[in-house]
């Protein structure tokens, strides 16, 4: 369900507010107990133990040295206790401990060099920046919201007749900005051109016009002056990203190799066999005898995930098949 901007702040603001205290590993008197109602952080600075949940609890164990992703998720807290303690007391370098602003829990644990991005001032300046070209704040929506510390995404859209246009009859795609940001500092901060199809509010990105913020070995840009620069120069690629996407339409293809381009996009995009399925179930609703319905199954299955990483690979999948162009005549399979 499409927010509007009041709602989208409102959903933000979890993650957007989190206090920080940076400490050494070694010497600082931090560790884990197990207590009958789970979890919990002792920490000599802070006067009473924290709540540790399920997520802050991993982003800790991803830390320890040794510990497989398998035995993260799938190993008894227990049984991980003693190796999380070990490396917490022993351990060298720095740690930052994430709390939201009434200090009750522990949300995350993250590398102290990682720097957080705050979601809702990349939505404040997005949405004055989109407003300084004629895009009116309150007509915009927003879709593929996806909150977490690690990573948080949401693309604004913009409402008819700003950017809209029919690609096939009946078939309206309106234009708009995603924003993929990271509370934590765990992922990268990403900006790119987004187009939002009206038919089971389908989307793309576009890696082809997509800006990453260098946290270091940057220019020195703030991260608002960033954030202004990327949605303007983002909106003004959208144009390019109707035209790509438009151009899908012209392209045939029949049933009988339809598979084997499916085949050759999971290849090389690397999709994993439970995504294989879903897209290959989205393109019985979405071939329609040309590429265009082959790049809408990728972002029809996006619709379900609520992971943003997994949510961007396949958004960007449906943008790279529209840029795209050196083909086989023959059977429309990529050539490079």
């Not at 800006?211 to 202004?228: H, L, M, P, V």
């Not at 790279?320 to 399979?333: E, G, L, P, S, Y």
Request: proline share 5%; hydrophobic share 45%.
């Amino acid at each position: 369900m499409a927010l509007s901007l009041a709602e989208m702040r409102q959903v933000l603001a979890p993650v957007s507010a989190l206090q920080e205290i940076e400490v050494p590993v070694r010497g600082s008197g931090m560790s884990f107990s197990i207590e009958d109602s789970g979890p919990v952080f002792n920490l000599s600075a802070l006067p009473d133990p924290l709540p540790v949940g399920p997520t802050a609890l991993e982003s800790a164990l991803r830390m320890v040295p040794g510990l497989s992703k398998t035995a993260v998720a799938q190993w008894p807290v227990d049984l991980l206790n003693h190796p999380l303690n070990w490396w917490f007391q022993h351990g060298d370098g720095q740690v930052k401990i994430m709390l939201p602003t009434d200090g009750t829990e522990v949300l995350a644990f993250t590398r102290a060099g990682k720097v957080g991005i705050n979601p809702s001032h990349v939505l404040d300046v997005a949405v004055e920046s989109l407003g300084s070209v004629g895009v009116d704040p309150e007509s915009l929506v927003f879709d593929k919201v996806r909150v977490g510390l690690d990573s948080t995404c949401f693309a604004a859209i913009a409402a008819a007749g700003q950017g809209a246009r029919a690609l096939k009859v009946g078939d309206v795609t309106q234009a708009g900005v995603m924003f993929f940001t990271t509370p934590t500092g765990q992922k990268a901060t990403e900006i790119t051109p987004f187009l939002y199809r009206l038919v089971c509010t389908n989307g793309m990105i576009s890696a082809a016009e997509m800006g990453r913020f260098a946290i270091r070995g940057g220019d020195g840009e703030s991260i608002g002056d960033w954030t202004r620069r990327l949605t303007l120069q983002a909106w003004d690629a959208v144009d390019g990203e109707l035209d790509a996407m438009a151009s899908l339409v012209d392209i045939p293809i029949n049933e009988g190799n339809s598979g084997q381009v499916l085949s050759d996009l999971y290849e090389r995009h690397h999709v994993s066999p439970g995504l294989r399925r879903e897209i290959t179930e989205a393109l019985a609703e979405e071939a329609d005898g040309s590429m265009y319905g082959v790049a809408q199954a990728f972002s029809r299955a996006a619709n379900d995930l609520e992971d943003p990483h997994a949510l961007r690979h396949l958004l960007m999948v449906t943008g790279d098949v529209a840029h795209q162009r050196d083909r086989c005549t023959a059977c429309q399979r990529v050539l490079n």
